[in-house]
Nanobody
């Protein structure tokens, strides 16, 4: 059974940084394309960043220049570096992944999320 586990969330002050990780486990599962999403209270889930199996990346406008998504093939994981955090970045961040290289919205597997809270 495939599992995605997010980690790295927490409480940080405005301007601070966090590094989120999405680690995949499961017999024979190699993490392919990944999307990081977030959902704030009372708001719809939104895409933050995505990466294909080949390493091509895509960012939401609010993430450009502040966030960076990267692959860690040795650990079967994908990271999301969050820099210059703002209060509006407060949300639960979710990892979504497939076992294929091409990214698309709402792939096969979801993690349970990690909370990011930015205090002003």
């Amino acid at each position: 059974q495939v599992q995605l586990v997010e980690s790295g969330g927490g409480l940080v002050q405005v301007g601070g940084s966090l590094r989120l990780s999405c680690a995949a486990s499961g017999s024979g599962f190699s993490i392919g394309a990944v999307g990081w999403y977030r959902q704030a209270p009372g708001k719809q889930r939104e895409l933050v960043a995505a990466i294909t199996g080949g390493g091509a990346t895509n960012y939401a406008d609010f993430a450009k220049g502040r966030f960076k998504i990267s692959r860690d093939s040795a650990k079967n994981a994908v990271h999301l570096q969050l820099n210059n955090l703002k209060p509006e970045d407060t949300a639960v961040y979710y990892c979504n992944a497939g076992d294929h290289p091409d990214w698309y919205n709402d792939m096969q597997f979801w993690g349970k999320g990690t909370q990011v809270t930015v205090s002003s």
